[in-house]
């Protein structure tokens, strides 16, 4: 049986966080400050890893999916974000027809690809029937897709701009073929830090209060957390606090992303990207306070392979996918790639030691031995 002595904790500051996390309390918010302050990255990890494999064992999940951003012209010109083209430039951009759109994603999704994850910019002219009228001709052409589409941003500014309400917006698309949502636009919630990284977006109030309304309706959504910019420890615990408040609330969250920053071509440019201490520690404080939210995932893409691998050592028990198309880290100088071989991705978690399993959106194993690289 593990004890607090053979974790072999460096400071004897976290040892009665490790005392609640061996008997399975839940953590305050003291705990989760002091897990995130400590210089014991390795200890602090141990016990993020004993969490995951209390949930998880060695299992470790990933699932073959495609990005699909059907504008990126956006109102909203938050300036942690390098992807979005500013309204009165949007000839810059791009804002796909439904037509159009379907045939970026046709381009490489057959019956291997589970998952369509669409999310965009915030763009005055496409209303619910145009989200309605995608997801219809989607499912249509790819009958056995999940569509995971729209963050809690993009649905209150889509119901505004539409004129109806929340409920009924959410209420049209899933007739229409949503299945679940993703979990961006959380940022953190403070507002200190959105002021300075997406004033004129959905406050973290707002964010909370839409998520709540989708869980109501019967849809599963994922959260993020946006770290290495502005913000303070203090407020990363506040914010993996106030997700876990709604948890318990509705339980209609998959996953927790922590997302981390990445500045170049950014408002922020001057910020330095983050380092792998940061991204590791902050995978395993989120798993210790995050009790009630089952999955965590090392989004490759943003953390790069090596970091992602190592983070199932650090409570990680998903790398999201194949990811066809990424354009969001991309753009913000994310040297990851996109489109990673599936058999690519089942060696980053055998030789971690954990045993991969093919998923779809919702968590369920995908019985499918074939292996295409
Ligand atoms: O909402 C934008 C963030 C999010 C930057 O739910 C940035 O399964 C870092 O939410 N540096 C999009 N982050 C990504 C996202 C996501 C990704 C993978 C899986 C899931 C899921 C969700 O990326 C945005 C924003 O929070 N973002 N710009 C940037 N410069």
Not at 146 to 168: G, P, Q, W, Y
Request: charged share 25%; net charge negative.
């Amino acid at each position: 049986m593990t004890s607090s002595s053979n974790l072999r904790l460096r400071d004897p500051a976290i040892e009665t966080v490790a005392e609640k996390v061996l008997a399975g309390e839940r953590l305050d918010r003291e705990d989760g400050l002091l897990a995130a302050t400590t210089d014991d990255l390795v200890g602090v990890g141990r016990l993020a890893n004993l969490v995951r494999e209390r949930l998880h064992g060695d299992t470790t999940y990933f699932n073959i999916n495609r990005h699909l951003n059907p504008t990126n012209v956006c109102v909203a010109s938050c300036k942690l974000c390098a992807f979005y083209v500013p309204w009165r430039e949007k000839d810059e951009g791009w804002t796909y027809t439904v037509d159009q759109a379907v045939e970026i994603a046709s381009r490489d999704v057959d019956q291997t690809v589970s998952e369509l994850h669409i999310v965009g910019g915030l763009h005055p002219k496409l209303l619910v029937d145009y989200y309605e009228d995608l997801f219809r001709t989607l499912k249509r052409r790819f009958p056995w897709i999940h569509l995971k589409a729209l963050t809690m941003v993009e649905l209150d500014f889509i119901a505004k701009a539409s004129r109806i309400t929340l409920e009924d917006l959410i209420a049209r698309l899933r007739d229409a073929g949503l299945d679940s949502c993703p979990g961006g636009g959380a940022e953190i919630f403070a507002e200190r830090v959105r002021d300075q990284i997406c004033d004129h977006k959905t406050d973290g109030a707002r964010w909370l209060d839409t998520a709540r309304t989708v869980h109501a309706a019967g849809i599963k959504s994922n959260c993020t957390m946006l770290y290495g910019h502005v913000e303070t420890a203090e407020e990363r615990v506040d914010h993996l606090i106030a997700l876990r408040e709604l948890q318990d609330e509705t339980g209609g969250f998959q996953c927790l992303i922590p997302l981390a920053f990445h500045p170049d071509n950014t408002a922020l440019d001057h910020l330095p990207p983050t380092g792998g201490r940061l991204d590791l520690q902050t995978l395993a404080v989120s798993r210790l306070v995050l009790d009630n939210v089952p999955h965590l995932k090392a989004y490759w893409i943003m953390l790069g392979e090596k970091i992602a691998q190592i983070a199932l050592h650090f409570g990680a028990n998903d790398l999201d996918g194949t990811i066809f198309d990424e354009r969001i880290t991309r753009a913000a100088g994310g040297t990851a790639g996109t489109n990673m071989a599936r058999a690519r991705l089942e060696r980053l978690i055998t030789e971690a030691g954990r045993k991969p399993v093919l998923r779809d959106t919702l968590y369920r194993p995908i019985e499918d031995t074939s292996v295409v690289a």
